[in-house]
């Protein structure tokens, strides 16, 4: 399931893409090509619309070309070997008409270009298939509340909107960058409303305001017995996602328990511990905990996981988060590879009716090789692609106040060095 983008602008092409293919180049690939390798070329539902007719060649060399012309919309990704063809489908809609369904992959690489979809068009004679590809903009709807905020109380906004720029700005106009800086604003407005409009929700209000998606997906890890890492960040209203997605499955009652570090002032600190509390929701201290976490997970518990904060020194490593080094948590990874413990990405989003959703996803493996240092590195990578993943998809609802782009701090080794550190 795709979530819903914000209410956009009407959509105008950006990019274009145009391929051509000989029909002769398909046909000697259906012949010379395994069944089980064809499949990694075109998806099954290209290879079952295309049929066993005379046809079949022209409707899968059209498809080709279209595969063809969509990665050449994204030529840096191309070239650096990022995209391929196989991350594209072409599907019929009830009308017969083509549309791009793209993989994770693809999607992702989309939604960072602020790509909301992919507008194609198919054509073939005796001898060739032609595609064109145009890559419609997305573009971000920001409310009132958010352009007024943004204007009048710039609080970190410079922070926000350089953020921004570090993850959008080699392939977005920088009235998208705005749009969605203000949007952001009006998010953060929404959460201070929500938190004190929660509390006063009854108890079947808070049941019916929150969706919990990839259910069966979580439900298969919690099965195993290992107990569950939950991957997650500061997404949507985290606490009214959490907390009333809870409420409607009493069976994990007191088997969440939520990592972090505390919140100031103190007094929202308690409010918050004690909100989790009241429904069953566990808090761990992020500090000096690895051995709480261990335990929880041996007796199969949940524990949440929030892995978009900066880390420095000894808690942190240098791993890539959208194409630049910075400082990340490698407990997860640690633990991860040490439990067993399956590591599920987890995000929350507001929807435009302002109901939540709480979705999970299927789990990221560990990249477990010879040498543990490069294990938990790798490993972490992989947790920090799945994170963007999830900002990218309803990215104005991600908490971009935070600097997060610096690299870990390391501790000096000796006097020297102390002494070096402390003029830079």
Not at 150 to 168: A, G, Q, T
Not at 284 to 313: H, N, W
Not at 340 to 357: F, I, K, M, N, Q
Not at 383 to 393: D, F, G, H, I, K
Request: net charge positive; aromatic share 8%; glycine share 6%.
């Amino acid at each position: 399931m795709t979530p819903s983008p914000l209410p956009a602008a009407p959509e105008t092409p950006v990019r274009c893409g145009i391929d051509s293919v000989e029909l002769a180049r398909i046909e000697r690939l259906l012949e010379q090509t395994p069944a089980a390798d064809l499949r990694k070329i075109f998806s099954a539902q290209e290879l079952q619309d295309s049929g066993d007719g005379a046809g079949r060649v022209a409707s899968l060399a059209a498809r080709y070309a279209a595969k063809e012309a969509c990665v050449k919309l994204f030529p840096r990704e191309l070239s650096a070997g990022r995209i391929e063809p196989a991350d594209f489908a072409v599907a019929r809609d009830a009308f017969g008409a083509p549309h791009i369904v793209p993989n994770v992959n693809a999607r992702s690489i989309m939604d960072r270009a602020r790509v909301g979809d992919i507008a194609v068009s198919l054509t073939h004679d005796r001898t060739s298939a032609s595609a064109v590809a145009l890559a419609l903009r997305l573009e971000t709807a920001a409310p009132v509340s958010g352009r007024v905020l943004f204007h009048v109380l710039p609080i970190r906004r410079k922070v926000i909107v350089d953020n921004l720029r570090r993850v959008f700005g080699r392939a977005v106009p920088a009235g998208e960058i705005d749009r969605l800086a203000q949007a952001h604003y009006a998010h953060l407005w929404k959460l201070v409303t929500e938190f004190v409009r929660f509390r006063w929700l009854s108890r079947e209000r808070k049941r019916a305001l929150v969706h919990v998606d990839g259910l069966d997906v979580f439900i298969d890890a919690f099965r195993r017995g290992k107990g569950v890492l939950v991957l997650t960040g500061h997404f949507g209203n985290w606490e009214v996602a959490t907390v009333a997605g809870i409420q409607n499955y009493p069976e994990v009652r007191g088997r969440f328990h939520f990592v972090r570090r505390p919140i100031k002032p103190r007094w929202l600190d308690d409010l918050v511990t004690r909100r989790f509390n009241a429904v069953g929701f566990g808090v761990v201290a992020k500090r000096g905990s690895l051995d709480r976490i261990v335990s929880l997970l041996e007796q199969g518990d949940v524990v949440v996981f929030p892995f978009d904060q900066y880390a420095g020194g000894a808690d942190g490593v240098d791993v890539e988060f959208f194409g630049e080094p910075a400082g990340t948590f490698k407990s997860l990874a640690v633990i991860a590879l040490a439990t067993g413990a399956p590591v599920l990405p987890a995000a929350s989003w507001r929807e435009p009716d302002g109901t939540h959703v709480l979705r999970f996803e299927p789990p990221v493996p560990p990249v477990d090789v010879a040498n543990v240092s490069e294990s938990i590195v790798r490993t972490t990578r992989a947790y920090n692609a799945a994170l963007e993943r999830l900002v990218l998809r309803h990215p104005e609802q991600w908490w971009w106040v935070h600097r997060r782009f610096r690299r870990a701090r390391r501790k000096p080794r000796n006097r020297r060095n102390a002494m070096a550190a402390g003029n830079d």
